[in-house]
């Protein structure tokens, strides 16, 4: 027998600026939708257009300009709450509700964890919409690759990639640029025989090419291909030149300044 799915929510994904990701979750049951960080204004006043969708709510990621830009003119055109972390409250503009890792985000009926996911600036936070499988990660992870260690240190930021790590195989990763071919190209000069990551490399070169978007992408897809993820691996310290039994955090320190030097 037919038997209709529901389904809870959808997800727009359009390019904001020159390579920021812009995301619209809208909760189907109550028509609520939310921003993921506001890179934009405009951009994402055409995909709301677009979509015939009414901004309620914006969830910021961290403080960044390429991430709450677009604040205060979504705050004055819309009804809008905008929910961020408490550790950066001074650096967003327009910040209406504060949350800390563990607490819950509700747009309409749809809710978020918040994951701690310090390191690329001490207040970055992630969330987690448990129900449909959905992450969005901000600045922190990105595919086969993460951010720049800006303003935290590296136990901490390995600490949230674990947990990013953790969640479950099929979890959709929405990230904040498209990097992902840069990324590929730095994976492959530390990871060169690496079966998934040069799988991984190939479709992103190819869906690049096409102009494609590279996400959403599964954690399950990420965890084989990402060195940052895979730390605590011992092929990991050896490509870093480091011994094996070397902290998972000190490899990943290794690994990105390494990328910082790459480019």
């Not at 994904?13 to 390579?19: A, E, G, H, Q, Y």
């Not at 992103?204 to 730390?231: C, D, Q, W």
């Amino acid at each position: 027998s037919w038997e209709q799915v529901r389904v809870a929510v959808l997800v727009d994904v359009f390019l904001c600026r020159t390579d920021n990701y812009g995301y619209l979750v809208h909760d189907v049951e109550t028509r609520k939708t939310a921003a993921i960080d506001a890179p934009d204004a405009a951009a994402i006043k055409v995909a709301l257009n677009n979509r015939g969708w009414t901004l309620t709510d914006v969830l910021v990621t961290h403080h960044h300009r390429d991430h709450v830009e677009g604040l205060p003119v979504l705050k004055s055109d819309f009804d809008v709450t905008v929910t961020g972390p408490r550790l950066e409250a001074e650096k967003i503009p327009g910040l209406d509700v504060m949350v800390a890792p563990g607490d819950t985000v509700s747009v309409g009926a749809t809710s978020f964890a918040v994951l701690a996911t310090p390191g690329h600036t001490l207040g970055h936070i992630a969330y987690h919409n448990a129900a449909d499988g959905h992450v969005f990660t901000g600045d922190a992870l990105f595919s086969m690759g993460c951010g720049k260690m800006l303003e935290g240190k590296p136990g901490p930021m390995w600490e949230g990639l674990k947990l990013l790590r953790a969640l479950p195989d099929a979890t959709l990763m929405f990230c904040g640029h498209e990097y992902s071919a840069n990324n590929a190209r730095f994976a492959l000069s530390v990871d060169p025989r690496n079966a998934a990551l040069n799988i991984r490399a190939t479709e992103v070169n190819r869906m690049r090419a096409e102009n494609r978007f590279t996400v959403p992408v599964s954690i399950g897809m990420e965890k084989r291909p990402t060195p940052f993820l895979r730390a605590d691996r011992p092929e990991m310290a050896r490509a870093m030149g480091l011994g094996p039994d070397v902290d998972a955090s000190s490899v990943f320190a290794a690994l990105r300044a390494a990328k910082d030097s790459f480019g």
